[in-house]
Each structure stands twice: as C-alpha cells, then as structure tokens.
C-alpha cells in the first residue's frame, strides 16, 4: 500500500486546489495524482494540484509547481499564489511577509496583509509582473473563429478576454476558443462585462479546468484589456463568480498588482 500524503485544501474567491508540501511529502507522479484528486465526484474535488517547495535559486524563498484538473501543468497562478503566502504563513513555514515565489513564469513578489493579531493573512497582494499582448508561442492571430474586439494578454500564460454582455456563454464559447489554431498552447478565456458602477463582472473558462469560480492571472488580463480598450482606469475591480479581486496596473513600473483573499476549506489525507 502506498503512503497517505497529507494535504490542504484551499480557495481563492472559490478558485480551489489541493496544496502539499512536498519538503515534508513527494509526489512522483503530479498529473496522475492531479486528475484523481480533482474529480469533484470521485477524488477531493478541486481546480487542480499546487506544489509548495523549497526554491533551487537563491532569487527565491519558495517554489510552486501547479497541475490543472486535467493533469497538465500552468505556468502561473495568482489565486494560488496568494493561498500559497497564507500557508506558509500561518503553518510557520516563515515569518516574512514579503515572500519571493518561483514559478514557471519567472518569481513573484508576495506582500502579505496581517489582522491586528498579526496571526491571521487577511488578504495577499502579488506583483503579477509586466503584461505581453504579443507572444509567438502563445498567440498566432489571424485564423478564423475568433472574436471581434477580444485582446490577447499574457500574464506569464494566456488570455483571451472578450468584452460582451453575454458572459454566460462561457459554457459554450469558452472549450471551443480554448483549443482554436490561434493558441498553440490552448489559451484561458475571459468573458467580461463593464458594469454601471465600473467594475468588471467576468466569467473564466481555464485552460485546463474548465469554468473556475476566479482566475488571479485572468482577472489581471481582463483589467489590462479594459484600460487599453478605454473602458476603465488603471485600477478595477473584478468581479467573478466566486468573489472579487482588486487589480491595480501601475504606470510607474508598467507592473499589474493584484490584492485578494485566501482561505482554508479542511486538512486531508490521501494516496497520491
């Protein structure tokens, strides 16, 4: 019988995935383990795996790989990002509140926001990094099928945000422009609507996962697109189906912030 691996289980704004830390338990074989685990009927039920580990580079603290309910891995996530700052935090694994993350998009910057008590992570801030809305790799343009007035925006992994009122076409829509010829890779896929009182209400179809309550990195990308399509300033809230992210894209360093909650759901065991 193979050894339990404990494990946590945690949200960002209803964007849940099982974490473990793998400086205590190994996990050979991720994308087996990712697609078992994520079943919402026969596993734990969650968006995917997150591994927390220790960082092979002295540029950062931690490390995080991340595998989607499908079994393939992300490059990036910012809703695990954040639950990652609150576990590390408050299971002691540090005392900083600044914490460099290593990803496969490059090191983010974790700013962790205390209570009073300065026991409890209240909400994390994490410098996402510069937006690209040409990448060769990511996006080949051009191809039929796609929609008018949509941009692509990468956040260290692609996004396709389209500005529509219909945003609960994203059942429909979303699985077929993930898989177009235009992303070699797949893409992620925004439906965004501005609302009256200037928020953004959007709904994500993951590369990987399907419909996700939240997307930290989609979020990101659908307030980039909205300040270069002038329909919104540099600062805008997103609202998605399981909560709201506060994005900040700063002209001083051209960086996109990116402020939320995270929060536990139960501690587990189970085979890997």
């Not at 404990?6 to 050979?28: C, Q, R, S, W």
């Not at 990511?138 to 956040?155: R, Y």
């Not at 992303?183 to 609507?193: L, S, T, V």
């Not at 959007?202 to 270069?228: F, H, L, N, P």
Request: charged share 25%.
């Amino acid at each position: 019988m193979k050894g339990k691996v404990e494990f946590t289980k945690m949200h960002g704004a209803g964007n849940d995935y099982i974490y473990v830390n793998t400086l205590l338990y190994k996990i050979p074989n991720p994308e087996k383990t990712a697609i078992a685990w994520s079943d919402r009927h026969k596993g734990i039920g969650s968006d995917g795996l997150v591994l927390i580990g220790k960082s092979p580079v002295p540029e950062a603290d931690f490390s995080m790989r991340i595998f989607n309910a499908d079994g393939s891995e992300a490059m990036m996530c910012g809703n695990a990002s954040r639950c990652i700052g609150k576990y590390l935090y408050e299971r002691a694994l540090t005392t900083q509140t600044h914490i460099r993350l290593l990803t496969l998009s490059g090191v983010k910057k974790l700013e962790l926001h205390l209570d009073s008590s300065h026991t409890t992570v209240e909400s994390v801030t994490v410098d996402m990094g510069e937006p690209i809305f040409e990448d060769e790799r990511q996006f080949n343009p051009g191809k039929e099928g796609l929609m008018d007035g949509a941009l692509f925006v990468s956040m260290g992994n692609p996004h396709y945000v389209i500005f529509t009122d219909d945003i609960d076409q994203v059942s429909e829509t979303g699985p077929v422009l993930e898989c177009h010829p235009s992303f070699p890779q797949r893409c992620n896929i925004e439906f965004a609507r501005v609302e009256p009182d200037g928020s953004i209400r959007t709904r994500v179809w993951e590369r990987g996962s399907g419909i996700t309550m939240a997307c930290g990195t989609g979020a990101c990308a659908t307030a980039v697109a909205a300040c270069v399509t002038g329909k919104a300033g540099r600062k805008s809230s997103i609202i998605m189906d399981g909560g709201t992210l506060d994005i900040e894209w700063r002209e001083s360093d051209n960086h996109v912030y990116m402020t939320g909650p995270a929060a536990f759901v139960f501690d587990g065991e189970a085979e890997p």
